[in-house]
């Protein structure tokens, strides 16, 4: 069982910077492939970035290659989201996700862990 838990949300300009990040609990933390989705109001819950258990190969969505990286530090049970250049476009509620090993082939999907969301709000 994987616990999470997003920080870093909040309200930013257009053009700012905001870094998530995401605590997991448990010992298995460098087993878990980490991921980042988000969802804005009235539309579908969509991919973001995700990196791979073993922190060799990460995978961006074409929305935010350039702006957004996500990064891992296994000791801190922690994964971030760095986010550059925002946009409005890029205000939803950011959820943290995660699932066990995975390949490079399918990082956009099957996650079974989820956290409670974050709030990042872009204004113009």
């Known amino acids: 069982q994987v616990q999470l838990v997003e920080s870093g949300g909040g309200l930013v300009q257009a053009g700012g910077s905001l870094r998530l990040s995401c605590a997991a609990s448990?010992?298995?933390?460098?087993?878990?492939?980490m991921g980042w989705f988000r969802q804005a109001p009235g539309k579908e819950r969509e991919f973001v970035a995700a990196?791979?258990?073993?922190?060799?190969?990460?995978s961006l969505a074409d929305s935010v290659k350039g702006r957004f990286t996500i990064s891992r530090d296994n000791a801190k049970n922690t994964v971030y989201l760095q986010m550059n250049s925002l946009k409005p476009e890029d205000t939803a509620v950011y959820y943290c996700?995660?699932?066990?090993?995975?390949?490079?082939?399918?990082?956009?999907?099957?996650?079974?862990?989820w956290g409670q969301g974050t709030q990042v709000t872009v204004s113009s």
């Open positions: 996700a995660a699932k066990f090993l995975g390949s490079s082939y399918d990082l956009d999907g099957g996650y079974n862990y």
């Open positions: 448990g010992r298995t933390f460098s087993s878990h492939s």
């Open positions: 990196i791979i258990w073993s922190g060799v190969r990460i």
